[in-house]
C-alpha cells in the first residue's frame, strides 16, 4: 500500500485550484511510472526537450549528470524505482499560466521539477534530483 501526500502551497499566488491538481496528477503519474516500470505512462508524463539533472551520478563532485526524455523513458521499461509502495509527497509550490513548479519527496530521492502546459497538457521539462544515501 503506497502512503500518499498531497499539497498544494496555499501561501504561493492564488493558484487555479484545477491546474494545480492537473499538475499534481502529472507529478504522480512520473513517480508511479518509475516505480512500476511503464514506460508508456512515463512517455506521456515527460515534454520531449525534458533534462534531467542530478549530482548523485556526477563524475565529478559538484558537476551535474544529464537524463533526457528518450534516455528516461528506456530507464524506466528496463526496470524503473526500487520501492513501488514507498510513501510519496507531492507540493505543488506554483502555477501561473503555463508553468508551474512542485517537489516531489520519497524515500529514495528528492525531486524538483518544472512543468510547461502544450497542447493543452501538462508535462516535466526539467527534474533536478539527488540520490537519498
Excluded: C, F
Excluded at 8 to 35: C, F, G, K, Q, T
Excluded at 92 to 100: Q, R, Y
Amino acid at each position: 500500500m503506497t502512503h500518499d501526500r498531497h499539497t498544494i502551497d496555499r501561501h504561493s499566488n492564488a493558484m487555479d485550484l484545477a491546474e494545480a491538481e492537473a499538475v499534481e496528477a502529472v507529478v504522480r503519474d512520473y513517480i508511479d511510472a518509475w516505480r512500476s516500470s511503464d514506460a508508456q505512462r512515463m512517455d506521456r508524463s515527460l515534454h520531449d526537450d525534458l533534462v534531467k539533472r542530478t549530482t548523485s551520478h556526477a563524475a565529478v563532485p559538484g558537476d551535474l549528470s544529464r537524463v533526457t526524455k528518450t534516455q528516461m523513458v528506456q530507464l524506466t521499461r528496463v526496470g524503473g524505482g526500487r520501492s513501488p509502495n514507498a510513501a510519496v509527497e507531492v507540493i505543488v509550490h506554483h502555477v501561473e499560466g503555463d508553468i508551474a513548479s512542485a517537489q516531489v519527496a520519497t524515500e529514495e530521492y528528492p525531486d524538483y521539477v518544472h512543468l510547461s502546459k502544450t497542447s493543452g497538457a501538462w508535462r516535466i521539462v526539467h527534474d533536478l534530483y539527488r540520490q537519498r544515501t
